[in-house]
């Protein structure tokens, strides 16, 4: 999961300020108005779009944060969108937040609010935000917010423990009945260090492993088994856009470098998933420093990691694949499941060989 980090460079202008009122322009709309740094999860069948910010009317500010109580569901049986309005303790519009959903509660982690406004907030989703306040150009915060999925609910629990310090543009995973979270942006500085929260008893603990990452924000931090996560990418302190990759190892608190074949593919502000065969598909992102006035190198590339060994059924599926002049005739005796993914992926091999 990744967060905003872009206001860097404008931190010496203050003559424009970015729009900072949900109520200066209203959305009567079927769909979602056009966004950029929302979160979106998915519920069963159906993906929960909150938050983030869009071009304002008034061309007067930058930004305009879409409303703080405003819930968009896709239906991905019907294709219909509805809106949700939603209650209780939520203070803030924010974007760039990291977003997961557990058993019907969003965690929202990190993010941020219009400058000049100490409302800006980090969220994870039933809705963790890591924030705090130091200064009136930008707001840094460490608060949990949770938002129920099936009441459209905000609540904000009472933590305990280590808590983090504020920050922004870090990133978050979850296995078990715990929260993570990785590095991300202080001031001008990134973090390395690594904490969790119990989700049952809402207790922050810090993990301070022997050796480990760089500090960076906009990574990304993607469980792969109950036992590993994996990192990718990011930003340093000193601008440097990254691509190396990192295995933590949860029950030995212990990180590990992960040898790949993308060196070459740094990336900052990118997506990732885990597959269901141990893979990790990191997608788009930025291959040079966003922050410069360059043109920023923005991409389409899809980069696969194998982070965990392949099951024996993708083995044998890659086996009869190679060997399908000798076995396709015994294809029908196969499942049916087994049969229509053998299906899907030769027709993968004809389009790549044509």
């Not at 924000?217 to 993607?222: G, R, V």
């Not at 990691?305 to 694949?321: D, G, I, W, Y």
Request: charged share 20%; glycine share 8%; with cysteine.
């Amino acid at each position: 999961m990744v967060n905003d980090d872009m206001d860097e460079e404008d931190e010496e202008v203050e003559d424009e300020q970015p729009l900072d009122t949900e109520a200066s322009e209203s959305f009567e709309l079927d769909t979602p108005a056009e966004r950029s740094g929302h979160i979106a999860v998915v519920d069963r069948n159906s993906m929960y779009v909150w938050g983030g910010y869009k071009n304002a009317q008034n061309h007067g500010f930058f930004d305009f944060y879409l409303p703080r109580n405003e819930i968009w569901t896709y239906n991905m049986e019907s294709g219909v969108w509805t809106k949700h309005l939603a209650g209780g303790n939520l203070h803030t519009s924010m974007s760039g937040s990291c977003g997961v959903c557990v058993d019907g509660v969003l965690y929202l982690f990190g993010g941020h609010h219009a400058r000049g406004n100490t409302n800006r907030v980090l969220c994870v989703c039933v809705c963790v935000c890591v924030c705090g306040w130091d200064s009136p150009g930008r707001g840094w915060n460490n608060h949990i917010h949770i938002l129920d999925l099936e009441t459209s609910t905000w609540s904000q629990p009472n933590t305990k423990g280590n808590t983090p310090s504020p920050r922004a543009a870090h990133a978050c995973a979850t296995v078990g009945n715990r929260g993570y979270v990785f590095g991300g942006r202080y001031k001008n500085y990134r973090l390395n260090d690594l904490y969790y929260i119990d989700l049952d008893t809402w207790e922050w603990h810090e993990i301070v492993p022997q050796q480990g990452p760089l500090g960076r924000s906009w990574h990304s931090f993607t469980p792969v088994s109950p036992d590993h996560i994996f990192l990718f990418g990011g930003f340093t302190t000193d601008r440097e856009t990254l691509s190396d990759a990192w295995l933590y190892y949860v029950s030995k608190n212990e990180w590990k470098p992960f040898k790949h074949s993308h060196t070459e593919s740094p990336r900052l502000w990118h997506t990732a998933c885990s597959g269901p065969d141990g893979e990790v598909f990191v997608f788009g992102g930025c291959a040079n420093n966003l922050l410069s006035h360059h043109k920023a190198a923005h991409s389409n590339e899809l980069l696969v990691f194998n982070v965990q060994p392949k099951s024996l059924v993708r083995f044998c599926m890659e086996a009869v694949l190679q060997h399908r002049e000798r076995l396709s005739s015994y294809w029908d005796c196969l499942p049916k499941h087994l049969l229509h993914s053998l299906k899907q992926r030769m027709a993968r091999v004809n389009t790549l060989g044509s």
